[in-house]
């Protein structure tokens, strides 16, 4: 297992920290939590993937919530309005994905890598090959 350096990966959790407090309410708590599983999976080794792609989609794959304000969210009942305002959020967060990522100087491969897997990382998205 050898130890990943989190500096840039911490540097984008702490500006995204805002969003992640004004969202739903748990966002925080789910992103740090992600973030120290994504930490973890990528020092282990076992699967071969890129930390600079996973990592950041992970910490910005909900911060699109911090765009709605939690007083609004409440509007947004039934399953057609709940899935539209997702949809929404989605593309919010993958349009503030080349902004976030810009001063950390990502390429504009790893930045459409990275909004590749926010775009769908909602399993609900995801087709199922039988």
Known sequence: MQKLDTTIYDRIFEKV????????????????????????????GTYSVNPRVLIPAG??????????????????AGQSKVGAMRDAINELTVAYVPACLKEFEFSEKEITEIQEIIKYSDEEVLSIAN
């Open 17 to 44: 920290r805002p969003l992640l407090r004004s969202g739903r309410p748990g966002d925080y708590l789910h992103i740090k939590s992600v973030y120290r599983s994504i930490v973890l999976l990528c020092e282990e």
């Open 59 to 76: 910490i910005l794959h909900d911060c699109g919530f911090g765009f709605v304000k939690g007083k609004y969210m409440n509007f947004f």
